[in-house]
């Protein structure tokens, strides 16, 4: 499946969570995967999450997150940062 992965700039937005999305980015695991999207597990020190990536969605609901944070803001957070750093730099391949 081809991925489209976010422009760096667009991760960069917010250092601190950038930050945090390079910390995490060891951690990225994939859970499972279908034809039309992707499971990750982004297991950190204290919590642990599931990052979902759509192929056939569009724009910023593309990449998914199960945290509050995302739930609150709706923007990318961390494990989405992470599991698109971990993609970049062959941590994982999907
Ligand atoms: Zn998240």
């Known amino acids: 499946m081809h991925i489209e992965l976010l422009p760096i ?5 917010d250092g ?7 910390h995490l980015s060891s951690g990225v695991k994939i859970d499972y995967s279908t034809a ?4 990750f597990i982004v297991d950190g020190e204290e919590t642990k999450h599931n990052v979902m990536y759509f192929a056939d969605k569009f724009g910023d609901k593309q990449w998914q997150c199960d945290c509050k ?3 609150l803001q709706n923007k990318i957070c ?3 940062i992470a599991v698109n750093l ?3 730099n062959n941590k994982i391949s999907a």
């Open 9 to 13: 700039e667009a991760m960069e937005k």
């Open 36 to 39: 039309k999207h992707i499971s």
């Open 16 to 22: 601190k969570r950038y930050i945090k999305g390079v």
């Open 69 to 71: 944070w995302y739930a």
């Open 86 to 88: 971990a993609l970049r």
């Open 78 to 80: 961390s494990h989405i």
